[in-house]
């Protein structure tokens, strides 16, 4: 077992490069499925999320090959019925196997998903999307098996904004006969980069990035060269790590666009956030944080995914920090973690209030899913003495070298392994 230890109260100063999105990452490599002949996906993070997924690819059939950040994958001889009993069903976004096989083959048998737990995490949305497009949905002994003689587009409403079921209907749909229209459809980057993937690919989507995505079926798709779009989390997360030491961070290779409402709020904290061009920011902080309230929202509101690292940073802030967990329901086990290093957070319902404090300490604390990880990271940094983070497998999933790339900012920091 891994934990990173900590050594609080070294101020982050330097520069550092943002990697591939991963949610894009984990939907772009299972579209190659879609794809004849060969494609690379380059910008992509090397984290435990996509090498996962490349294992899976090769195990069902898939030539592939991941080196640095470039993925070469040819899935032409890609097995697609029963035989995919895999690892699929250890990331969340194996469902997107599902969406892939199903518009090239007309079939699926996937493990259902796994991914963090923040609590219910029902796929209702993409079996709804699927079934209008004509496929037969059985879930039976923990496989999700899809069937269709032949999909047909249509029109699909989202009761609830959801990034995944956006996604795999575009997969499920792009080779259907006639449109799909997706309504209510998720806005996030990603599935800008995943509709713009397939259209180099000769797709015919448009409306990507607004409520209303238009698919027109086309017959076949070919391989493709892509980069991934930076990581807006990644992104948002060193900046959060920054502002939090009291450091002064240029952050590169990120996407400005979609950081509108992480520099707002950061600005309102008394953040000191400096656009130097399209694809760096410097973040540095001189005067005390300032509570503030902040409501996650699907895109381009307050991402879910920076509202555990904000809840780290806003433990100091001066007065009192309302933060509202909109998208899921079991969103601040970290609170508890962080109330061990001497936070004052009180958690009712989907809010959560935090009397800021002058200082936290360090204590033993455990990444309870991805984010609240890096919370618990961020919080080490910040605080007074040792913190020790366990279960940093989770915080592996989704952030490449996070102890490399700490440590060249002048972090004490220290990956060790210990046993169970
Ligand atoms: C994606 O999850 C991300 N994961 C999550 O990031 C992110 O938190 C989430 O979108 C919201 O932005 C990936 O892209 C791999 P949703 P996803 O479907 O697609 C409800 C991280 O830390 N819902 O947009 O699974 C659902 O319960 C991860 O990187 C239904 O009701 O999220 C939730 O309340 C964690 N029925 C809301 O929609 C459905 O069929 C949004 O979920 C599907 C979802």
Not at 63 to 83: C, L, P, Q, S, Y
Not at 278 to 285: F, I, P, S, Y
Request: charge should be neutral; glycine fraction near 10%.
């Amino acid at each position: 077992m891994e934990q990173l230890v900590i050594k609080g109260g070294n101020k982050l100063k330097g520069e550092v490069r943002i990697c591939g999105a991963k949610n894009s990452a984990v939907a772009l490599i299972p579209a190659t499925i879609l794809f004849d002949g060969d494609s690379t996906i380059s910008n992509l993070p090397q984290i435990s999320d996509t090498k996962l997924l490349a294992s899976i690819l090769s195990e069902m059939g898939a030539k592939v090959d991941f080196k640095d950040d470039k993925m070469r994958i040819n899935t032409d001889n890609i097995a697609h019925g029963t035989e995919n009993e895999l690892k699929a069903g250890k990331i969340r976004a194996s469902y997107y196997l599902a969406g892939a096989l199903l518009g090239k083959y007309k079939e699926a048998v996937i493990p259902l998903p796994g991914g963090c737990n923040l609590g219910t995490r029902p796929i209702d949305l993409h079996i709804k999307g699927f079934e209008k497009l004509g496929a037969q949905v059985e879930i039976s002994h923990g496989m999700l098996k899809l069937k269709a003689k032949k999909l047909v587009g249509t029109k699909i409403y989202l009761d609830v904004v959801s990034v995944g079921a956006t996604i795999n209907i575009m997969l499920a749909a792009v080779m259907a006969e006639g449109t799909t229209t997706i309504e209510n459809a998720a806005k996030e980057p990603h599935i800008v980069d995943v509709a713009n993937m397939l259209n180099e690919a000769g797709a015919n989507i448009s409306g990507q990035g607004t409520d209303i995505i238009t698919i027109h079926g086309v017959k076949s798709l070919h391989g493709v060269k892509h980069k991934t779009i930076p990581d807006q989390i990644e992104t948002g997360t060193y900046m959060i790590a920054a502002a939090a030491t009291g450091g002064d961070v240029k952050i590169k290779n990120i996407c400005l666009e979609h950081m509108a409402s992480v520099i707002e709020k950061l600005r309102d904290a008394n953040v000191q956030v400096d656009v130097l061009d399209e694809e760096t920011v410097r973040v540095t902080r001189k005067k005390p944080l300032l509570g503030i309230s902040v409501k996650t929202l699907p895109h381009p509101g307050f991402p879910t995914d920076l509202q555990s690292p904000m809840g780290a940073l806003l433990t100091v802030a001066s007065g009192t920090s309302m933060i509202t967990e909109s998208i899921w329901e079991n969103r601040f086990k970290y609170t508890d973690e962080l109330n061990k290093m001497g936070s004052e957070i009180t958690v009712t319902d989907r809010t959560a209030q935090i009397k800021g404090v002058t200082k936290i300490t360090g204590a033993r604390v455990k990444a309870p899913d991805l984010r609240g990880g890096v919370a618990l990271v961020i919080a080490g940094l910040m605080a007074q003495g040792t913190t020790i983070v366990s279960g940093v497998e989770h915080v592996n999933r989704g952030y490449e070298d996070i102890e490399g790339k700490l440590k060249s900012l002048g972090a004490d920091i220290r990956l060790e392994e210990v046993d169970e």
